[in-house]
């Protein structure tokens, strides 16, 4: 009972290749420093290869009677390699241990992660440089507003996901420091060569206080962080694609392999895949609170409450991971009903600004101008149509400053067209910007190459 409690193979036994890993370049080191011999060090590397072979190959199946994978790895290599395979934890703690194996996946995480969002914004960028002129609503309050177009709608979406992707960069950067050399919180009495190891395992190089290496789960807390802004980002997506697919709107059809029939009225088609991934943003946020309360208050150095910081980050990191991917191909197929979208923004006058500003051009003062178009607008809803669609005799009848050129100032092009603000919907504004993306997408993605010795210092 207080052995199971205690345990911790069942979950992080997913840390099983970052333990051979760093275990491999722990003895490289111990051997380069006269710690082990060179044959010492040659039979405890075959031994962790066969492992890590055996192990993935399905032959060798992890004993989850063990305490943690740490101890699995080691008793394994010892049953293998014989005595020797004890020395390996010469001058290591499991504390550095699990230090280094969680960094060494968190950082594979913030790479794929990352990698997830450039293909997301890939999508996104299509989406826009097709729908450069396909004129919509833009909302505040969920009311119409003024006239935007899908590549300004989504262009906004892009920006969010941008700054997703340079926060996983930031989190790299600041991360990338190896843990391992750091012992149980003070460091050793071996001469080993931290900066050796952290550069064969592609850090920056060795962390630089040996309590705080150890017990440092900052890292950990920005990813798990960054994840939920993602999250946050998703949801929201996903919430108006919810509504534009609704029968009131059909702005949008989502793909049937994205979506699934009620089993009791036919007529349905339910988003699923949209409103479980905007579901799943709670538990995302339910493991940053479960981290930030874990660490709370702990004292230095490590503490077993730390063990704490696997399970729920996992979940979330597999969440986040399937979310992007569901949402990035549920995206890719997506039916865009562009008259359906351009209908919607002639009904609900959206253009009523652009046909007050026709007045100021007039010469009329804006706050009479607005008041006008007020009870045009008034007008309009009695009669049940448009500006765009009255006649000019009733247009005068209202102010007598209309003239033939309204028609044009009020259409969605014009309306549309004349916003030509960096970052504004008009289309040569927005060609502008899907350029730029253009070229972000095209750059790899240099600052998180994980190339060993390659990087700057500390
Ligand atoms: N399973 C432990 C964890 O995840 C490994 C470190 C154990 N260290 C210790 N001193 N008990 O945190």
Known sequence: MVYDFNASIGFDRRLFHQDIEGSAAHVKMLARQGILTEDERDSILGGLAGIREEVDAGKLVIDETCEDIHSF??????????????KLHTGRSRNDQVALDMRLYVREQVVETDQLLKELLSVILRVMEENIETYMPGFTHLQKAQPVTLAHHFGAYFEMFKRDRQRMAEIYKRMNYCPLGAGALAGTTYPLDREYTASLLGFYGPTMNSMDSVSDRDYLIEFISALSLVMMHLSRFCEEIIIWNSNEYQFVEID???????????????????????????????????????????????????????????????????????????????????????????????????????????????????????????????????????SLPELKSISDKFEEDIYDAVSLKTCVGKRLTFGAPGAEAMRKVTALHRDYLADETIDLACVPGKQGGM
Do not use: W
């Open 256 to 390: 049937d392999a994205y979506s699934t029939g009620s089993s009791i009225m036919p007529q349905k088609k339910n988003p699923d895949i949209a409103e479980l991934v905007r579901g799943k943003t709670g538990r995302v946020y339910g493991a940053l609170m479960a981290l930030l309360t874990t660490m709370k208050s702990l004292p230095l150095a490590y503490n077993k409450d730390m063990q704490e910081d696997k399970e729920v980050s996992f979940d979330a990191m597999d969440t986040v991971r399937s979310c992007i991917m569901l949402f990035t191909g549920m995206l890719d197929t997506l039916k865009v009903n562009k008259e359906r979208m351009e209908k919607s923004a002639m009904n609900g006058f959206t253009n009523a600004t652009d046909a007050a500003d026709y007045l100021v051009g007039k010469g009329v003062p804006f706050r009479d101008a607005h008041s006008i178009i007020g009870r045009l607008v008034l007008y309009c809803i009695e009669k049940n149509t448009s500006i765009d669609a009255l």
């Open 73 to 86: 790895v080691e008793a394994e290599l010892t049953r293998r390699v014989g005595d020797v395979g004890k």
